[in-house]
């Protein structure tokens, strides 16, 4: 088993910037993919970016490309995710998520794919 816990959620105004992380703990030998994922308020949960192993690939939702970036640290089992000129809409609850099964060349996030979620934190921006 492998345990997801975010942090790093908040209040912030449209225009600033929050720092997610995400640490992981259990059985965490293997090489993972890790993800966030999104979901606000009223609506389904959605893609926001994902990392592989070797933090050269990256992923990224088209909403939050070029203000959000994702990074890993795998000596210490974490992920980040660096926000950036927040806007209203980016408020959600954001979950993060391990892929076990991302070693092939071809791997993509998927919401199924991922074998084990965290339990989120919340990102409200102000207007």
């Known amino acids: 088993q492998v345990q997801l816990v975010e942090s790093g959620g908040g209040l912030v105004q449209a225009g600033g910037s929050l720092r997610l992380s995400c640490a992981a703990s259990?059985?965490?030998?293997?090489?993972?993919?890790m993800a966030w994922y999104r979901q606000p308020p009223g609506k389904e949960r959605e893609f926001v970016a994902a990392?592989?192993?070797?933090?050269?690939?990256?992923f990224y939702a088209d909403s939050v490309k070029g203000r959000f970036t994702i990074s890993r640290d795998n000596a210490e089992n974490t992920a980040f995710l660096q926000m950036n000129s927040l806007k209203p809409e980016d408020t959600a609850v954001y979950y993060c998520a391990a892929d076990f099964g991302s070693d092939s060349e071809g791997w993509r996030p998927t919401y199924f794919g991922m074998d084990y979620w965290g339990k989120g934190t919340l990102v409200t921006v102000s207007s």
């Open positions: 259990g059985r965490t030998s293997s090489a993972y993919a």
């Open positions: 990392i592989k192993w070797s933090g050269g690939r990256t």
